[in-house]
């Protein structure tokens, strides 16, 4: 089958192969046939060694596709189930999921570098032990979310991170009350899917900030009333009754704008962290304002909550017409066309780029 291999970390390129098996299936496991994946700049952060991942690997962990073939013992999932692939399942019986937190819990990292493609007599793993830019994966069957026959294949790829981190990171973590105003900073996937959940919570006032004029200027038709460049932020949160926003998402995952969130958030107000940054990016606060100031500071991981009871609450919503999944695709492309829809990215052209498997 065709894959996109990553030979080192720090590599801007992929190669595509046409010689790539998935291998490992078994008890427990299941064999997708992927249709479509989407990109989305975690990806981009496991290439540049951001986000720990052994090379070589297939990168890509928003997948949609079919269920093919299940393996011994494999409950829940059947041959021909429409599936989307969770890049960290939860195990059911760790301390964090049996406190009701399964979103915390790293099990399946454990997984992390188990082979899952072979190409060339090499053994490749996928990212995070998933690897969605493959046509065929074998993955646990933890791993796999259904989602009904008839949602589109690109738009259930989205459900797989990007859309359920920042639709979470509203409805779970913040939890946005009605009337509130909020400030999302980065108009990425993740930070227009958190604007989203906040209007679905019923923001009054959704102020998006982001360097891209383009980008800006897109987040207002998914519900933001306000788009303003970085430099603008301190003047509007000054602006607002409370002398800032009663929340505000850092979709970046950078020290200095989360710094800059929390600036910008009023006193008693939210800082949502839901950007992923590099562990040697080090953010300061002073003990005076944390104390002062009783800013809440709320990293959100995987939407703050189960997984696939986020994931299934974005298949509801976007079945009721109040999430936009389809808006967010503002670039289809074909497994061959990868590296170009990953320097699109990086310019900040795309919003979400959707890879066709078909």
């Known amino acids: ?18 010689d790539v098996e998935a291998v490992g299936f078994g008890a427990g496991k299941v ?82 570098g188990t082979p899952g493609f072979r190409f060339g007599g090499t053994d490749a793993s996928g990212f995070y032990s998933t690897g ?20 589109p294949y690109e738009l259930a790829a989205l459900i797989g991170c990007g859309v359920t981190t920042g639709l979470g990171a509203a409805v779970n973590t913040a939890r946005v009350e009605p009337g509130s105003s909020v400030a999302v900073i980065g108009a990425g996937g993740v930070g227009i899917a958190a604007v989203q959940g906040a209007r679905i919570c019923g923001a009054a006032q959704i102020t998006v900030v982001d360097p891209v004029e383009s980008r800006r200027e897109r987040a207002l038709g998914f519900g933001a009333t306000e788009a303003i460049a970085p430099e603008g932020l301190k003047a509007a949160a000054k602006s607002q009754e409370a002398g800032g926003y009663d929340y505000v998402f850092e979709a970046v995952g950078r020290a200095s704008t989360v710094r800059a ?23 300061q606060f002073s003990m005076g304002e ?15 909550d189960d997984v696939r009871r986020t994931a299934a609450r974005a298949v509801e919503l976007w079945r009721a017409g109040r999430l936009d999944l389809a808006g ?3 670039h289809r492309v074909g497994l061959a066309e990868v590296n170009e829809a990953i320097a699109q990215m990086r310019s900040g052209e795309a919003l ?7």
């Open 31 to 112: 064999r997708v046939r992927l249709r479509a994946t989407s990109l989305c700049h975690s990806d981009l952060s496991a290439m540049s060694g951001v986000l720990p991942q052994p090379a070589p690997f297939v990168p890509g962990h928003e997948g949609a596709g079919d269920v093919t073939e299940v393996g011994e013992g494999v409950a829940g999932v059947a041959v021909g189930d429409r599936v989307v692939l969770c890049w960290m399942p939860p195990c059911g019986a760790c301390p964090h999921c049996l406190r009701g937190q399964a979103h915390l819990c790293v099990s399946s990292l454990r997984r992390l």
């Open 132 to 151: 969605t830019f493959a046509e065929e994966v074998v993955v646990t069957a933890d791993s796999v979310i259904k989602v009904p026959a008839d949602m």
């Open 261 to 283: 969130a929390y600036d910008a958030a009023r006193r008693g107000g939210a800082v949502v962290v839901i950007g992923a940054g590099p562990k040697e990016d080090l953010v």
């Open 290 to 304: 944390l104390f002062f100031n009783e800013k809440r500071i709320l990293p959100s991981m995987y939407g703050g």
């Open 352 to 358: 979400r780029t959707v890879i066709t498997l078909d």
């Open 328 to 330: 967010m695709i503002t």
């Open 1 to 18: 089958m065709r894959a996109a291999i990553l030979h080192e970390i720090g590599q801007d390129k992929l190669e595509v192969r046409d």
